[in-house]
């Protein structure tokens, strides 16, 4: 569970926000693949698919929509009713947005919104990372240990050394 305000809200707005240019980029591939020229504005071309395993932007979009929307759409639920599980959604939502982008970027040309998106996922689990104390040096600090000197007495008379 995410407590922290602050936090909580960055993550409302980054999930939230990647969860609805997702499933709307999503929609927008998909319908530009149904009905060729009806998002020509929108829809990249097919020359950038040349070389990849797609025909067309049909299976790109309901990836995108379902899989990369649709996480972070769970994701920005669970933020949002603060479940005890919103750090993991957040994090499997966060992979999935990071690992799009990746593999986007060996197949079409660069784009500034590529590097957007990346840093929106890193940004996701680093702000996971903070909630979970990674972080912090807020840590028990260590014991202290006897000297040297010390110890050796404490070995002799428990006859190990």
Avoid: C, K
């Avoid at 660069?110 to 689990?125: D, K």
Wanted: aromatic share 6%; net charge positive; charged share 15%.
């Amino acid at each position: 569970m995410i407590r922290r305000r602050p936090i909580r809200y960055l993550l409302l707005g980054l999930t939230g926000g990647v969860a609805a240019t997702s499933v709307a980029g999503g929609i927008a591939l998909i319908t530009g693949a149904i009905w060729p020229g009806a998002l020509s504005g929108i829809s990249p071309p097919l020359e950038y698919l040349e070389g990849s395993p797609f025909d067309s932007y049909l299976l790109p979009g309901i990836a995108l929509a379902l899989i990369v929307g649709g996480l972070h759409g769970v994701a920005f639920t669970a933020v949002l009713q603060r479940m005890n599980r919103a750090n993991l959604a957040v994090t499997i939502a966060a992979y999935a947005i990071v690992i799009w982008i990746i593999v986007q970027m060996t197949i079409i040309p660069f784009s500034i919104l590529q590097t957007v998106y990346l840093a929106v996922g890193l940004a996701e689990i680093g702000l996971v990372l903070i909630v979970l104390g990674v972080f912090s040096d807020d840590r028990e600090p260590p014991r202290h240990r006897p000297p040297d000197e010390a110890r050796l007495a404490m070995r002799h008379r428990i006859g190990v050394g």
